[in-house]
């Protein structure tokens, strides 16, 4: 059986999330949403654009463009798509495709012009009724990869007259309906406020569909628990790590009652040596560890989990659990991103504890105009540098520019993740 999605929506208004089309209530921040999105099992998210004017329209694709930066699950823009131009600046925004509005007199031969530029399997399109299909089936069979269902009172005779999959959005849940159709071949996944809301843990919900035969995108793992080597206690060391920073965050055990729990949760769960039970991480203190890889060692007697970590791994409130230094011998770190983060936050210290006699604080109390030409002289240098056949003033130029630019970075608040997450979405 193929597996089914489970797919929430965001509805943008002036670049903030509501609750829906008719409802302006905020659904909370974008940025707390996408996390939860992120950890909690949702297969994808499709974006709806309320806009009511170009100005707002370019808002939100803004708006857009950032959570696309953020998120880890692939995106699909919807509203406001009336031209080729529009289809062009939600994938270049980041989505992997669009939702065209059914309604729509033209969404023919929209369909028509997005599928020619950028590919059929882009090309999504949203059903209240099925007469688009009535009236232009082979046009939509040609045009569109697949729909979406926003009437579910279409769902039986939209499957009688194509072939073309869809996903369906639904108000409320119900499972026993929800089961009823996830089953029908032509579902591929179910949409609306129960899996957008973010109380709602979707890897349990998968857990739940899974007992009625519906088979989602949950973790398997690619070997079973009697291929691992345990040690004298029947017990599986567990390191883990920040899936971000690579942080090493604690070391736990688990049994095999530990390990098809973490599987089927999504949830780091450990054996608790002392309690002697089943221990998921997070369930008292709120502080979870959301599963993103399990990795087993070469000699299979250990295994490396990545997490997204809520709050503090340690129970003393340190971020880590390896925070009592022992022995140190001064080095110099070789990771770019950590020299680049520490003078960062040294800049950012400087700005907010100023220091006399600081060349920082000087560049920051004379504002922004003298951080900018300071940015534009180094650049220059850089340039003049690259003449000469000697590394080494390159290297110093390149330096003073880095330097530089980090100050206009913490003037303007954008910190490194920011820019390695906008490389990583390039």
């Not at 009236?135 to 729909?147: I, P, S, T």
């Not at 003298?370 to 080494?392: D, F, H, Q, R, Y």
Request: charged share 30%; proline share 2%; with cysteine.
């Amino acid at each position: 059986m193929e597996r089914k999605n489970l797919i929430a929506t965001i509805f943008l208004k002036d670049g903030k999330a509501v609750k829906g089309k008719h409802d302006p209530e905020s659904a909370g921040d974008l940025k707390e949403l996408a996390k939860v999105y992120n950890d909690s099992g949702v297969d994808k998210l499709y974006i709806f654009d309320l806009s009511d004017s170009d100005k707002e329209h370019e808002t939100n694709l803004h708006t857009i463009k950032e959570l696309s930066r953020i998120m880890e699950i692939p995106i699909y823009g919807a509203g406001s798509i009336a031209r080729l131009e529009d289809i062009k600046k939600l994938l270049y925004a980041g989505c992997k495709g669009v939702i065209l509005d059914g309604g729509r007199h033209d969404v023919i031969s929209l369909a028509k012009e997005g599928a020619t530029r950028f590919g059929r399997e882009k090309m999504l399109v949203s059903m209240e009724n099925v007469d688009l299909i009535f009236k232009h089936k082979k046009e939509v069979m040609e045009h569109v990869h697949k729909l979406v269902v926003t009437n579910e009172a279409i769902i039986e005779s939209l499957g009688d007259i194509t072939d073309l999959p869809f996903s369906v959005i639904i108000e409320g849940y119900d499972k026993e309906h929800w089961v009823e159709v996830l089953k029908k071949d032509c579902v591929t996944g179910i949409g609306g406020p129960y899996i957008s809301d973010p109380n709602t843990y979707v890897t349990e919900l998968k857990q739940a569909l899974a007992a009625e035969g519906i088979e989602t995108k949950k973790f398997e793992s690619a070997m079973e628990w009697a291929e691992f080597k345990l040690n004298p206690q029947g017990l599986l060391p567990v390191i883990v790590q920040d899936y971000r920073t690579a942080e090493v965050l604690m070391m736990a055990y688990m049994n095999e009652e530990a390990f098809h729990a973490t599987l089927s949760l999504g949830k780091m769960a450990y054996y608790s040596r002392s309690r002697q039970e089943l221990w998921i991480k997070g369930e008292t203190s709120g502080h979870y560890q959301y599963v993103k890889s399990l990795t087993v060692d070469c000699d299979k007697d250990t295994l490396l989990a990545k997490v997204s970590q809520v709050g503090a791994a340690c129970h003393t409130g340190n971020t880590s659990c390896f925070f009592q230094e022992l022995v140190k011998k001064e080095f110099t770190t070789k990771n770019p991103l950590r020299v680049f983060e520490d003078v960062y936050d040294t800049i950012k210290d400087r700005k907010l504890h100023p220091k006399e006699g600081s060349y920082t604080n000087y560049l920051f109390d004379k504002g922004i105009d003298k951080i900018l030409k300071k940015v534009g002289e180094e650049a220059t240098e850089i340039v003049i540098a690259s003449k000469n056949p000697e590394a080494e003033e390159i290297k110093y130029e390149i330096s003073d520019f880095l330097y530089h630019i980090m100050v206009l970075m913490v003037e303007k608040g954008v910190t490194w993740e920011d820019i390695v997450e906008e490389l990583n979405q390039r």
